[in-house]
T-cell receptor, first 114, second 111 residues
Framework: NAGVTQTPKFQVLKTGQSMTLQCAQD?????MYWYRQDPGMGLRLIYY???????DKGEVPNGYNVSRLNKREFSLRLESAAPSQTSVYFC?????????????FGPGTRLLVL | DAKTTQPTSMDCAEGRAANLPCNHS???????VYWYRQIHSQGPQYIIH???NNETNEMASLIITEDRKSSTLILPHATLRDTAVYYC????????????FGTGTRLQVTL
């Protein structure tokens, strides 16, 4: 069981470039999430997907798009990267009993936008 | 979702119990208390959660006051590997529970 995996681990982009962060889970979880964490801050929710085929905005969705490709995979796309998007991005999944869902996190993708 | 208040940092000697407090005075009846920790830039790790009763697992114990306005996470025998940022979060029931992470408590375990 790999749990939650994320690719790439590190990425450097120039302003205006686009990229997709990939996330996959092998725990058969229904729900998946994307967070960002800026230095010295807590995690902030970007988007989440309660189940396959659905996505919803979180606290900081501007500048991002997501795709729930199937039950396993949830990708995050930056269409036109900006320096303000320099951050560590974490993907998570959950699927326990409703109301007691615990989230399992991936190792993160460190993104630097120049 | 209810907000939480935690001390910015705490120290604990190795082998001693670490008691991490959390205030959540605006918690509603169907909100759970969750604890996660983040070890040096890794992804957060789930520790424990509870609704109103005290809970214990292999990692920690969670003590929730009777009025549910505060809780304490207890690491019974802290080790150096427990040095991390600990997040206390309250969350609603339902699928895709959205967790709001604050800045947490930075626990430093020392020799």
């Amino acid at each position: 069981n790999a749990g939650v995996t994320q690719t790439p681990k590190f990425q450097v982009l120039k302003t205006g470039q686009s990229m997709t962060l990939q996330c996959a889970q092998d725990m058969n979880h229904n729900s998946m999430y994307w967070y960002r964490q800026d230095p010295g801050m807590g995690l902030r929710l970007i988007y989440y997907s309660a189940s396959e085929g659905t996505t919803d905005k979180g606290e900081v969705p501007n500048g991002y798009n997501v795709s729930r490709l199937n039950k396993r995979e949830f990708s995050l796309r930056l269409e036109s990267a900006a320096p303000s998007q320099t951050s560590v991005y974490f993907c998570a999944s959950s699927g326990g009993t409703s109301g007691q869902e615990t989230q399992y996190f991936g190792p993160g993708t460190r993104l630097l936008v120049l | 979702d209810a907000k939480t208040t935690q001390p910015t940092s705490m120290d604990c000697a190795e082998g001693r119990a670490a008691n991490l407090p959390c205030n959540h005075s605006t918690i509603s009846g169907n909100e759970y208390v969750y604890w996660y920790r983040q070890i040096h830039s890794q992804g957060p790790q789930y520790i424990i959660h509870g609704l109103k009763n005290n809970e214990t697992n292999e990692m920690a114990s969670l003590i929730i006051t009777e009025d549910r306005k505060s809780s304490t996470l207890i690491l019974p025998h802290a080790t150096l590997r427990d040095t991390a940022v600990y997040y206390c979060i309250v969350g609603h029931t339902g699928t895709a529970s959205k967790l709001t992470f604050g800045t947490g408590t930075r626990l430093q375990v020392t020799l």
